[in-house]
Nanobody, 122 residues
Framework: QVQLVESGGGLVQPGGSLRLSCAAS??????????MGWYRQAPGKQRELVAT???????NYADSVKGRFTISRDNIKNTAYLQMNSLNPEDTADYFC??????????????WGQGTQVTVSS
């Protein structure tokens, strides 16, 4: 069982920056095999993909955050990050970390964190 703990959320003014962290524990030394992702859910809206990074470092971003957000990972620290720049009020949401992995024999693993709140407001 992998536990994911997000941190780094808070209140920021429009145009500001935040860096979210997702610390994983219980991965048994295989954190590097997981695809890590950040998702967000605004009030009254469905949860949506923000960004993902594969074990090989390939990244994918939602169109709404391209050029502003950067996902990264540190496999030594078992941590994934989301650097968020040029924030605007539309980025206000609860941000969730996700770890996904499918073994060679097809067994899926899918873990979520509890989320961290990001509020962009003046």
């Amino acid at each position: 069982q992998v536990q994911l703990v997000e941190s780094g959320g808070g209140l920021v003014q429009p145009g500001g920056s935040l860096r979210l962290s997702c610390a994983a524990s219980g991965a048994g030394g295989i954190f590097g095999f997981y695809t890590m992702g950040w998702y967000r859910q605004a009030p009254g809206k469905q949860r949506e993909l923000v960004a993902t990074i594969t074990k090989g470092g390939d990244t994918n971003y939602a169109d709404s955050v391209k050029g502003r957000f950067t996902i990264s990972r540190d496999n030594i620290k078992n941590t994934a990050y989301l650097q968020m720049n040029s924030l605007n009020p539309e980025d206000t949401a609860d941000y969730f970390c996700r770890a996904e992995h499918v073994t060679d024999v097809g067994i899926p693993y899918d873990f979520w964190g509890q989320g961290t709140q990001v509020t962009v407001s003046s």
